[in-house]
């Protein structure tokens, strides 16, 4: 019948599988130890709300982790897995073809196809619409890949499951206040984040 689980601050190496026996778990610490994975059988703590595994030596998540339905805060910073994440994050600018291209959809410049080259045309029509409401830009190959989450420090933002036209583009349906117990303000919108509906804060910061 345990809930709360504190083991933070320790020298601990493994995370051992049979925690995976206490179903009442809601919140485990494992933050500022030597963790370098987490064994899959954690996917069975169903009553998971809060999982603290910040500062430690982890370069992955198991894909099992999805399966904590409940959890809605995970904390991972200062992990090498984050750090690598964060300093391999790169934006391409849009090249002068599609910056022109972007120009052309956004403010509905009328041509035909026997104004321009056959290629212009049909890189024309492989325009993708922003998805943010907001915003009403387009994007060819350059874009960003994106959602925000909530941190203690403020406001991060990861090239995850969402697909903006730019980096100062601010996705609304994934939108959230610099509290550290704000949600997601419409959750709902973000069709492509599933996962992001779940978990309500991921720490980075």
Do not use: W
Not at 1 to 10: A, D, I, K, T
Not at 58 to 73: K, M, Q
């Amino acid at each position: 019948s345990l809930e709360f689980l504190y083991l933070g601050g320790n020298f601990i190496t493994e995370i051992p599988p049979e925690l995976a026996n206490l179903p009442s778990l809601s919140y485990l610490v494992l933050c500022d130890n030597k963790i370098q994975s987490i064994p899959p059988q954690l996917a069975q703590l169903h009553s998971l709300r809060s999982l603290s595994l910040h500062n430690n030596l982890l370069t992955y998540l198991p894909r099992e982790i999805l399966n904590l339905v409940h959890l809605e805060e995970l904390s991972l910073r200062g992990n090498p897995l984050v750090v690598r994440f964060v300093r391999d994050l790169t934006y391409n600018p849009p090249s002068l073809q599609e910056l022109a291209g972007r120009t052309i959809k956004t403010r509905s410049v009328p041509y035909a196809p026997c104004d321009l080259p056959e290629n212009l045309v049909r890189y024309l029509s492989l325009a993708s619409n922003c998805p943010n409401p907001k915003c009403g830009g387009v994007y060819f190959d350059s874009c960003v890949r994106q959602i925000k989450f909530v941190d203690f420090c403020g406001k991060y933002r990861l090239p995850l499951m969402h697909y903006l036209c730019s980096p100062e583009c601010s996705s609304p349906c994934s939108s959230a206040s610099q509290s550290s117990t704000s949600q997601s303000e419409s959750d709902s919108e973000d069709e492509a984040s599933v996962a992001a509906r779940r978990m309500q804060k991921v720490l980075l910061g």
